[in-house]
């Protein structure tokens, strides 16, 4: 047996039906967006401060 999406099928002369449906990607888009944008921007408000973190360690070392 073949499943297809197709209406025709070369080779065969038997078509049952043809086969159709919807999906659901996400429930809520919106949602999956701002968390997302709310990750990117705490990620590179974490890695601003490690910078600055670095930053004051190597002032420190050379006496700055």
């Known amino acids: 047996m073949i499943?297809?999406?197709?209406?025709?099928v070369l080779g065969y002369e038997e078509v049952?039906?043809?086969?159709?449906g919807n999906t659901v990607g996400t429930k809520h888009l919106g949602k999956?967006?701002?968390?997302?944008?709310k990750n990117l921007s705490e990620e590179k408000l974490r890695n601003n401060r490690n910078a600055q973190?670095?930053?004051n360690k190597s002032f420190e070392q050379n006496g700055e």
């Open 32 to 37: 999956d967006i701002l968390a997302n944008l």
């Open 3 to 8: 499943v297809t999406t197709t209406e025709f």
């Open 53 to 55: 973190r670095r930053q």
């Open 16 to 20: 049952l039906g043809v086969v159709f």
